[in-house]
């Protein structure tokens, strides 16, 4: 039985608008995010920056993660950010 990854996600811009988002491959959606290769939110608003993700065995609980996150205040976001990374650094940047 193959074993599979799964990200919640969460991307922002300079002026920290966020977007919260699931996949099973973080580097390529990142890097589409980055290429703004997607449509939508993300190339609008140029949100290309990686501040926070977490790995799921199983989709269903990407899934509920990321509904229970989008379903919170803004500051509650900020702050699950923050705790993990204080400075909203890309932690993609060094990715290939």
């Keep these: 039985m193959k074993h ?6 969460i991307m922002a811009n300079r002026s920290r608008t966020i977007y919260v988002g699931v996949t099973n491959n ?5 890097r589409e995010h980055k290429e703004k ?3 939508g ?8 920056r990686l501040v926070f993700y977490q790995r799921f065995p199983d989709i269903n609980e990407a899934i509920r993660a990321e509904k229970k996150i989008k379903a919170w205040r803004r500051e509650k976001k900020i702050a699950l950010i ?3 990374n204080p400075y909203w650094k890309d932690l993609a940047a060094d990715w290939n």
Excluded: D
């Excluded at 599979?4 to 996600?9: A, D, K, M, R, S």
């Excluded at 973080?26 to 990142?30: A, L, S």
């Excluded at 939110?41 to 290309?48: D, I, L, Q, S």
């Design 4 to 9: 599979h990854n799964y990200y919640l996600y």
């Design 26 to 30: 973080i580097e390529r959606r990142v």
């Design 82 to 84: 923050e705790a993990e």
């Design 37 to 39: 290769r997607v449509p």
């Design 41 to 48: 939110f993300t190339a609008k608003y140029n949100v290309g």
